[in-house]
């Protein structure tokens, strides 16, 4: 899996390189496109070859290395229309600041991809894991479906918000905030409606065991509550990336997860005798807190400052401001 996570490292870079210049039709091609040669691949190595958990792992490899090659060469023979003019020292120009920014949103986002992955962790270490860590697992597996659509609005809104702050459209920002909030969460209610609707059905999508299936069930009301709160939350997120809020949003993870939401897991978990729901619940009220602080800053921030602030840091970069020309 090593090859994959520096894929990883160059993947993400590119997409939001790409994602600022409303690239998204390109990003989508080259997607189908892998996706169809990963079914094939896993087919021919998993199933085919027989190499089971190996043929996954050299799949994923590849796949996720043919995503940044072909992104790569479309930014180097196309251009970007003049976004990228080719290798120059001017790119190490206050690099400094921006190292310092990326070091706080990886820290950030780490914070919250490490906080429900933990989860399954906690599990293992109840007495007779193996049932829980089973249906935990199945939950987590359907909760990561519903997000890459929460993420996919969190990659939206954080562009969005950078894009307009940086125009000086402070309103505009303040309305896709609101906008892709709205939406994000509709869909996660109807995510919540399809998870209580089949609750009884779906576990066995991926397992035949009737004990595991019957422990996914009784976890089905915390999962499609999470589906909720795991569609606004990536998009609150978003918005922290685009304003430049990384490093507030990242103490107030530590505070909301590993303070709060983590030991309360433990708690009702293990003390109170709870098991994986004690745990799950304490968790989420980690992700509750968190939620409703970000809210809150969100609602009383002062737009129109943060887009002074963004016309600042764009006239220091060198950039232009569109409202101005």
Not at 14 to 23: D, E, H, S, T
Not at 41 to 62: H, P, Q, V, Y
Not at 231 to 245: D, E, F, K, T
Request: aromatic share 12%; charged share 10%.
């Amino acid at each position: 899996m090593l090859p994959q996570l520096f894929a990883y490292a160059l993947n993400f870079p590119i997409q939001k390189f790409l994602q600022a210049q409303r690239k998204v039709n390109v990003m989508l091609c080259i997607s189908a496109a892998v996706l169809v040669s990963h079914t094939f691949f896993s087919w021919l190595l998993i199933l085919k070859l027989g190499w089971g958990i190996k043929g996954a792992a050299i799949t994923l490899n590849i796949s996720w290395w043919l995503v940044v090659i072909a992104q790569s060469l479309y930014i180097f023979i196309t251009k970007s229309e003049g976004a990228w003019s080719g290798f120059t020292w001017l790119a190490f120009v206050d690099l400094y600041d921006f190292v310092k920014l990326s070091l706080a949103s990886a820290i950030m986002l780490c914070l919250e991809f490490w906080y429900l992955m933990i989860l399954v962790v906690i599990t293992g270490r109840l007495k007779n894991p193996i049932v829980p860590v089973d249906a935990i697992s199945i939950c987590m597996n359907i909760n990561g479906w519903d997000a890459m659509i929460a993420i996919g609005f969190n990659a939206a809104i954080s562009v969005r918000v950078s894009n307009e702050l940086g125009a000086g459209n402070f309103r505009a920002a303040k309305l896709a905030v609101l906008v892709v909030s709205i939406t994000s969460v509709c869909i996660g209610v109807i995510a919540m409606i399809v998870v209580f609707a089949t609750r009884d059905y779906f576990p066995y999508m991926f397992s035949k065991s009737l004990p595991v299936a019957k422990e996914t069930t009784k976890l089905a009301a915390l999962l499609g509550f999470t589906v909720v709160l795991n569609s606004l939350q990536p998009v609150l997120s978003g918005v922290a990336i685009g304003a430049g809020w990384q490093s507030l949003v990242a103490y107030i993870n530590i505070v909301c997860y590993y303070v709060f939401g983590l030991p309360a897991g433990i708690l009702l978990g293990f003390t109170f005798k709870y098991g994986a729901e004690g745990i799950w619940s304490g968790m989420i009220g980690g992700i509750v807190l968190q939620t409703i602080i970000l809210i809150i800053i969100i609602s009383v921030t002062n737009w129109r400052n943060e887009a002074e602030q963004a016309a600042s840091r764009v006239k220091k970069w060198g950039g232009t401001i569109a409202s101005e020309e």
